[in-house]
């Protein structure tokens, strides 16, 4: 069920029509995306998130209703990314945060291959996948026969 006429706000709940244009989107493409759509209860949600919307007048204003609306998934894997934080990664202002993948071999065939999160420029992108590929092909020369690829510190990012 896309949003229909039920998850329309309750007319009680002041909310300018471009800050309710902004919600409305944002939760459309949760209930289109979202990992468990088919197990949400969606009228609850809807509920909820519009009431902590009251007094919204500009799309910003509705951004904690959103970051809320994403915390009831409980997916551990939606996350709303604010503009200027979007701004700072492609502009390449958060790239120095990053860390480069890193491997060797452990024993003599068993590779160990360490994949920490990345969430960067385009530019420094470019870089992380190089990085991993040329340790990939170095490590692939010596013959493992088998892999070990660590992703403890990976809590996701940029694909």
């Not at 009228?43 to 009831?72: H, M, N, V």
């Not at 996350?79 to 060797?104: C, H």
């Not at 991993?132 to 170095?138: H, K, N, R, V």
Request: hydrophobic share 40%; with cysteine.
């Amino acid at each position: 069920m896309l949003m229909n006429q039920q998850t329309i706000p309750d007319p009680l709940v002041a909310i300018s029509s471009t800050a309710s244009t902004y919600l409305q989107a944002a939760l459309t493409i949760l209930q289109t995306h979202s990992l468990h759509r088919a197990t949400i209860d969606w009228p609850a949600l809807f509920a909820a998130t519009w009431s902590r919307a009251q007094g919204a007048k500009e799309p910003c204003d509705t951004y904690p209703a959103i970051e809320f609306a994403l915390s009831l998934l409980d997916d551990g894997h939606s996350f709303f990314q604010r503009p200027e934080n979007v701004q700072a990664i492609e502009s390449g202002a958060q790239d120095s945060r990053n860390r480069l993948p890193t491997g060797w071999l452990l024993t003599p065939g068993i590779a160990y291959l360490q994949v920490p999160d990345f969430s960067g420029s385009p530019a420094a992108a470019t870089v992380y996948a190089r990085t991993l590929q040329q340790i990939i092909g170095e490590i692939d020369a010596t013959g493992p026969v088998g892999w070990i690829v660590d992703l403890t510190e990976n809590t996701g990012g940029s694909m």
